[in-house]
Nanobody, 126 residues
């Protein structure tokens, strides 16, 4: 198992930016595809972005494409999510997650992820 701890959430005005971080420990971080998910109030958890174990490829939900950037630093065992041009509809609890299987192509289904952080709240005011 890998332990994941998110940080960087908070309250921001619409149009603002935040950068989320996810510190990993335990398994070999660099061998696993990583993802960001979010759960808006009263809704189910949804995919936000994923990045392959090598960092070579990333994929985004249409709702965040062009505004959010996922990245990773395998030397620091840390995953990031840079969020720009934030909108009120981005308000949610944001979770980072690690793939269940080592070194496979990017996955986007929450069921493919076996380790989850505790989440960090992002609130965007209008």
């Amino acid at each position: 198992q890998v332990q994941l701890v998110e940080s960087g959430g908070g309250l921001v005005q619409a149009g603002g930016s935040l950068r989320l971080s996810c510190a990993a420990s335990g398994r070999t971080f660099s061998s696993y595809t990583m993802g960001w998910f979010r759960q808006p109030p009263g809704k189910e958890r949804e995919f936000v972005a994923t990045i392959t174990w090598s960092g070579g490829r990333s994929y985004y939900a249409d709702s965040v494409k062009g505004r959010f950037t996922i990245s990773r630093d395998n030397t620091k065992n840390t995953l990031y999510l840079q969020m720009n041009s934030l909108k009120p509809e981005d308000t949610a609890i944001y979770y980072c997650a690690a793939d269940r299987i080592m070194r496979r192509p990017a996955v986007t289904n929450p069921r493919d992820f076996g380790s989850w952080g505790q989440g960090t709240q992002v609130t965007v005011s209008s």
